[in-house]
């Protein structure tokens, strides 16, 4: 995609973005996760307090309709902290529309978050993928990244709210882990 522009996402940028994760649940045939809005994005990415960075990608409309650049594809990213090496960035999501993809947004802004975590000083660029998601998981290998439960065993797990509330009821008080 030659014509692919990836910049800073803006605040304005909310509503578009909301509709990338929706594709993105969906392409990952997860659609009953997504439970943030527009709102929640302003908020946790714009707000005092962010929680999170994003990047879009902007190219010329792909179905041809005229409506001159629009946005393509997101990157959503954060900082994390190694304690064995120091500051580190996730990539939490990197989608592009299917009628883009193979080129190059997406490496745009994989290049893109990959600069922006070197500026700050960051050691470790992480990120998660789906393991039937062979294309993706094959770019990344080619471009260097290492599947670390391939290598090392590492998993990655997740606690939910819920789960996260009941253990903390059943820990407060006995000291035990």
Wanted: charged share 30%; with cysteine; glycine share 10%.
């Amino acid at each position: 995609m030659a014509d692919v522009t990836v910049r800073e996402a803006t605040v304005h940028d909310c509503e578009e973005i909301m509709r990338l994760i929706k594709e993105l649940a969906e392409f990952e045939k997860l659609p009953e996760q997504v439970r943030i809005t527009a709102d929640v994005l302003r908020k946790d990415g714009f707000g005092e307090d962010r929680y999170f960075h994003c990047l879009v990608a902007e190219g010329t409309s792909p179905d041809g309709g005229g409506e001159g650049r629009v946005v393509v594809g997101f990157c959503l990213y954060y900082y994390i902290y190694s304690t064995w090496e120091g500051k580190s960035c996730y990539m939490e999501d990197l989608y592009v529309i299917p009628q883009c993809r193979g080129k190059g947004a997406g490496t745009a802004m994989w290049v893109e978050v990959t600069k922006i975590a070197l500026s700050k000083g960051c050691c470790r660029l992480h990120w998660a993928v789906l393991d039937w998601n062979t294309p993706a998981i094959d770019l990344y290998k080619r471009r260097g990244g290492v599947d670390l439960t391939e290598k090392e065993g590492w998993h990655l797990f997740r606690m939910t709210k819920t789960v996260m509330e009941q253990f903390v009821a059943q820990s407060d008080g006995d000291g035990k882990s």
